[in-house]
Structures are given as structure tokens and as C-alpha cells.
């Protein structure tokens, strides 16, 4: 079973750091594929309106892997609570053998 986790990170990232995030994932094996899009975030923060540009991320990785994962993310993640969003999906077989294998 394969799973989409999705976190944001802050838009006055510059698409460097969010490369160098995004590798330092690949790096521990965690996560096959990172897909990287920018988008804008309006939500509510401290009783605030906030109307932020944001990096949108969504990792794909297996069952076994989710929750080493999402620590990872706790862990290194420079909002004081991100998001982190994850359900599982379906894909064609080549798709998950191939992120099985990664």
C-alpha cells in the first residue's frame, strides 16, 4: 500500500532550500518521489486572517515507511505546527513496485 504525505513549507523559501529539504528526504530513504508546488495558503492563525505564499509538498512513500516519515518531518520542520496530511492510495503496479523499491 502505497501513501501521500503532504506538508507545506514557508514561500520565502527560495527553490534551493526547498531542493535541499526535499533531497534531504530522498537522502534516508523515506520517500521515493517529492513533488514540489508553489501555491498560496489562507487560513487562520492566533484569531488572524493570514494570506501566506507557501511551497506545496507531497511525498510518496510505502505503509512501512509513513511514520518514520512524518517524525521526520516533526522533527526538521520550521513551522511550530506544520502540516502534515497522509492517506493511502492506489496506483498501477509498476508505480508501487517502483516506489517499493525505492
Known amino acids: 500500500m502505497l501513501f501521500i504525505v503532504q506538508t ?3 514561500g520565502e523559501l527560495n527553490d534551493a532550500e ?6 534531504s528526504i530522498l537522502d534516508t530513504e523515506l520517500a521515493a518521489c517529492v513533488q514540489i508546488s508553489k501555491g498560496r495558503s489562507v487560513y487562520r492563525w492566533a484569531g488572524e486572517i493570514k494570506s501566506e505564499s507557501e511551497w506545496l509538498i ?14 521526520k518531518i516533526k522533527l526538521e520542520h ?3 505546527v506544520p502540516e502534515i496530511l497522509f ?10 513496485q517502483w ?3 525505492e
Do not use: F, H, M
Not at 18 to 23: F, K, N, R, S
Open 58 to 71: 507531497n511525498l510518496k512513500t510505502t505503509k512501512s515507511k509513513v511514520n518514520q516519515l512524518i517524525d
Open 99 to 101: 516506489v517499493k523499491g
Open 8 to 10: 507545506t513549507l514557508s
Open 87 to 96: 492517506w493511502s492510495v492506489e496506483s498501477t503496479a509498476d508505480y508501487s
Open 18 to 23: 526547498v531542493g535541499i529539504w526535499a533531497q
Open 78 to 80: 520550521p513551522y511550530d
